[in-house]
């Protein structure tokens, strides 16, 4: 968890308390009861922020105990505000064990796992055993293999009489004057556990309109409205719009060849357009989330560079045509503006 020690994040604990504070600080101060709930909150929180979300409209709200299903420990959502309010976006519920345990209980079987340590230990552990007295007449040939099972039970019961099954397959009564408790030390290699269910559901669809709806930007430019779509350069559907600035004395022959190279490296996808002035091209590229333009002009036929344009802050730069495709997929282009 260090790397999200200095990280604050919104919470709204279960009584309506609203807080800022790291994943680890709130694990550690019990608002979140579970080691791995948090480790899942944390996940998701860097997923919504990497796709997009901005980071001062989300939060994470805990259910009360009136929401949750008996057999659910703790329970989070991550709620995103948008156009239409807060809105449930992803779900990340503490399942607890309940259908294991209530099957063991019912089967009388182990449904456990084993969780294997890398080094033995020693523990001094209470077992049970049996009284040869009492046990011996009771079982008879089968006293030596009632003994055997108990001392192989993982947990001392509290009430008697309980069932126990043997290595036979025999399954026998046994009474609290049978046996007796006693300490001894024992090897211990592992330990049987039950599993327990984180359930993290994320809704995509809700995912996915909230990025839109944060990513949508108009502003005013000459005197007229712009409109923006910052998409996260991971989720942009169009990577690349190559443009020539004029489709003659080679520019759009020069621009169709670099757009077939692009569309042809993996991860990358770009179209070509040449139609309209190139301001109203920009504008046509921002509106549906393209981060990058790439403009071929008169002096890419000299030296072959062109202009790379930069959706976000429509900074632009130069760089070697046969360099364009390598730097936007490795993500080095930022490089270009720093």
């Known amino acids: 968890f260090s790397i999200w020690e200095n990280l604050p994040i919104t919470l709204v604990s279960d009584q309506g308390e609203e807080i800022s504070q ?77 259908d294991l345990e209530a099957h063991e209980v019912a089967s009388g079987q182990r ?92 809704g995509i669809d809700r995912i996915i309109w909230h990025l839109i709806d944060h990513a949508w930007c108009e502003v005013e430019k000459e005197g007229q409205d712009y409109s923006v779509m910052r998409l996260a350069q991971i989720i942009a559907p169009i990577d690349v719009a190559v443009l020539p600035l004029f489709e003659k004395d080679g520019m759009g022959q020069l621009a169709d060849g670099l757009n077939r190279t692009i569309c042809s490296t993996k991860g990358l996808f770009s179209y070509y357009d040449g139609s309209g002035s190139i301001g109203r091209r920009y504008a046509r590229a921002d509106e549906v989330g393209v981060p990058w333009c790439v403009t071929i002009d008169h002096q890419s036929l000299e030296d072959g560079t062109a202009t790379i344009r930069q959706r976000d802050s429509q900074q632009q730069t130069r760089c070697a045509l046969a360099d364009i495709a390598e730097i936007i997929v490795s993500g080095k282009v930022m490089q270009l503006f720093t």
């Open 22 to 98: 790291s994943i680890p600080a709130a694990l550690n101060g019990g608002v979140i009861r579970h080691a791995t709930v948090a480790y899942f909150m944390a996940q998701t929180y860097d997923f919504l922020i990497a796709v997009g979300i901005d980071a001062t409209r989300l939060r994470f709200r805990q259910h009360q105990k009136t929401e949750m299903a008996h057999y659910a420990s703790d329970c989070w959502d991550a709620e995103i505000l948008g156009s239409y309010g807060w809105v449930e976006c992803v779900g990340i519920a503490h399942r607890g064990c309940y």
């Open 111 to 202: 449904l456990r796992a084993w969780r294997q340590w890398s080094q033995p230990i020693e523990v001094d552990k209470e077992v049970l055993t049996t009284v040869g007295a009492k046990a011996g007449p009771a079982f008879r040939d089968m006293a030596g293999l009632v003994k055997e099972a108990l001392e192989a039970l993982e947990e001392i019961p509290t009430e008697f009489p309980i069932e126990v099954q043997l290595s036979n397959g025999e399954v026998v009564t046994v009474e609290s004057e049978h046996v007796k408790h006693h300490r001894v030390l024992k090897t211990v290699n592992g330990e049987w556990y039950l599993p327990h269910v984180v359930e993290p559901a994320f």
